[in-house]
């Protein structure tokens, strides 16, 4: 009978031609999906770290770009902010003067080295080096910014110039200077007669010859103990070699690894080099500083 024959192939497992299979499910075990999950947890971890790195290299990248930037870029300190910068009529700016400009060096002085009251917290740094060391001479003292600072802290100090309406200045605040060339100067000086001998931004302004004879000739003039301070452009700045031969009295850039030398060469038994307002940091006063001084002693 019909019937029976489709009943068998039932029972034998042949679906009726109208059965509905039912889709295959794959069910892992609870140990594989255990294994399965703390793999994405791995993997999940390892890229927020990547990310993390990125992002933390991608900062890192930006903040040494903008640093290449201002290096490149750089102009030279102005005590008003705009140096010889002038505005046109229509509002352009340009580079330029005005007729009613001296053209001296102390009007350099004043727009590119700073006003007086800048140039004096400048300084202070150099007011506890030299305690205990006077009589003190300041070679290429200039306005006598260091020469009134030494005064108020009790450090007996003369100064030395050949700028006249600089140390006009410098004697209308009182302070104790003469017109002179330096060299000459220090060289009518008797042997052992100081207790310190400081520059400020004055040896960049000296052929080398020069420069030997002044080691050489504060060597002579300190007493044991006494101290040489010579402030230099930092040529090891990106930002301060670019703009040292704005002045044009400049002869060469000076490293501190050659003063150093140089001071040892010619009879200082210790020396170092001081970063003014720096952070302690070799590598980045090196790099960051505008100057620097080599500090020798006899």
């Known amino acids: 009978m019909p019937h029976e024959r489709i009943s068998r192939r039932r029972r034998n497992g042949a679906p009726a031609s109208n059965a509905r299979e039912e889709p295959s499910i794959h069910i892992p075990s609870v140990r594989r999906l255990r294994r399965h999950l703390a793999q994405v947890s791995v993997d999940a971890a390892y890229a927020t770290g990547i990310a993390e790195a990125t992002a933390r290299r991608l900062d890192a990248t930006v903040l040494k770009v903008a640093e290449i930037d201002f290096e490149l870029t750089a102009r030279p300190y102005t005590a008003d902010g705009r140096g010889l910068e002038c505005t046109d009529p229509d509002g352009a ?3 330029g003067f005005e007729a009613d400009s001296s053209g001296s060096y102390a009007t350099f002085e004043d727009t590119f080295r700073g006003t007086e009251e800048f140039i004096r917290e400048q300084l202070r740094p150099y007011v506890d080096l030299l305690a205990g060391h006077g009589p003190v001479l300041d070679l290429g ?3 006598g910014e260091l020469l009134a600072l030494l005064r108020e802290a009790g450090v007996d100090a003369t100064g030395v ?3 006249a309406s600089m140390l006009d200045r410098a004697r209308a605040a009182g302070l104790d200077v003469v017109q002179g060339e330096a060299l000459g100067h220090l060289a009518a000086l008797p042997d052992a007669s100081l207790g310190g001998v400081i520059s400020i931004q004055v040896i960049e302004h000296l052929s080398v010859a020069d420069l030997r004879t002044l080691v050489a000739e504060a060597h002579r003039v300190l007493r044991p103990g006494g101290v040489l301070v010579a402030e230099t452009v930092n040529p090891h700045s990106p930002a301060a070699l670019k703009v040292f031969w704005l002045d044009l009295t ?3 850039p000076l490293f501190p690894e050659s ?12 020396g170092r080099i001081l970063f003014p307002g720096g952070t302690g940091d ?3 006063d090196l790099r960051n500083r505008g100057a620097f001084a080599l500090v020798a002693y006899r």
């Open 93 to 95: 700016r340009y580079l």
């Open 141 to 143: 003292c200039g306005r």
């Open 161 to 163: 110039d050949m700028d």
């Open 250 to 252: 400049h002869v060469r």
């Open 259 to 270: 003063l150093l030398l140089l001071a040892h060469e010619l009879g200082f038994h210790r």
């Open 282 to 284: 070799l590598d980045h």
